[in-house]
């Protein structure tokens, strides 16, 4: 398999926990985000959204979007299963999941941090301050969660890692790029996010630990 | 069932498609949010990120965001299934579903609205004009999507309706609440977009059709 990502985002980030918990072989291909690669006319072929990640699998299959890829990954490669085996129990970690991919981190990323600046010409401050705005309303949603549901174990769900902890890790390293975000209200997040990165198959998925880090 | 939602709610859209088109009853709950009433205590115990839909099952069980919604829906109700029967089908599906519901939708969802204007201070013609650029950068890769994969019939996948669909149709509706979207350059989205709401339980689903209409 080869993944498309860069070492910087959340998304690819996400896939990279997902790989390696499932201990799967991989390399990896770097399209320099802030260098504009996936605007170039060869990675718009595997991924007309100009996004990262995209997985190439079998050579020749190539899939895009985060969660769909951990799905599929989870669905064919069912050994150290990423979602649990109950529907309810699989719409919770979806739904944390989803908490984060679809509702903070889309958001934030660099495209509208980019627009913010140019066209509406926005200060570095400003952009921070939007930036941390919607990380703080969800992660006061999944702290709220985390803490009260009798289904958060040692990870977001139960006592193995999964799904909502692939996007969860990712998603409190984008927080810390600013010291400006206050992680105080956040213990069972800050708990579980602890806990990730004691596991070695999540702490080598870490931006720093990718060939193409800066 | 009962579903929390809005008439004008594309993600609460996703979910009435979905419960159509699976023949299952419910009754809705309207969560008014030009009114704030998802910011309502009783409300935020249900979902404490403040955002609609949420879906109570058996009387007890409250599940939120539509994408999880959904597919506990299509493993709890087989029948009429959402999702392509191959691992490669749903990514395929999941993905093009996730373009929408991570990477158009959030970005231009009510509260990020309302941010531009306040504290951001930007006028209506500004808001539309971002409005309208991150449905454009998503319609762009969706109809290269549609428009070149083999998978498409005449759904977004197939020829019976799915996930992709149910997310879809809403950001179509969504696109067309200003005048100023040009839809020109999406033939294949308009052509499923169109199918689509010749199959009544779609129709039935759309916004004017919904007790809480206005």
Not at 144 to 173: I, K, M, N
Request: neutral net charge; contains cysteine.
């Amino acid at each position: 398999m080869k993944l498309y990502g860069f070492f910087r985002s959340s998304a690819a980030f996400r896939v990279r926990i997902a790989l390696n918990l499932k201990g799967l072989d991989y390399e990896q291909a770097s399209i320099h985000l802030r260098k504009n690669q996936q605007f170039g006319a060869d990675y718009l072929k595997l991924n007309p959204q100009a996004l990262v990640p995209a997985l190439e699998d079998h050579g020749h299959l190539v899939l895009s979007q985060s969660l769909a890829i951990i799905e599929y990954l989870d669905e064919t490669r069912p050994k150290l299963p990423l979602l649990p085996s109950t529907p309810l129990g699989r719409s919770r970690v979806r739904s944390l999941a989803q908490m984060i991919a679809c509702d903070i981190h889309p958001i934030d990323n660099l495209r509208v941090l980019r627009y913010l600046a140019d066209p509406l010409g926005h200060d570095e401050k400003t952009v921070e301050t939007w930036f941390n705005h919607w990380i703080r309303l969800g992660f006061d949603a999944i702290e709220r969660r985390l803490s009260s549901e009798a289904d958060t174990g040692r990870f977001c769900h139960g006592d193995a890692p999964g799904l909502a902890d692939c996007c969860l890790v990712p998603q409190v390293v984008n927080a810390q790029r600013h010291k400006s975000f206050d992680f105080a209200p956040y213990p069972t997040i800050m708990r579980v996010f602890e806990t990730c990165r004691g596991v070695p198959a999540i702490a080598a998925a870490f931006p720093e630990k990718q060939p193409d880090a800066e």
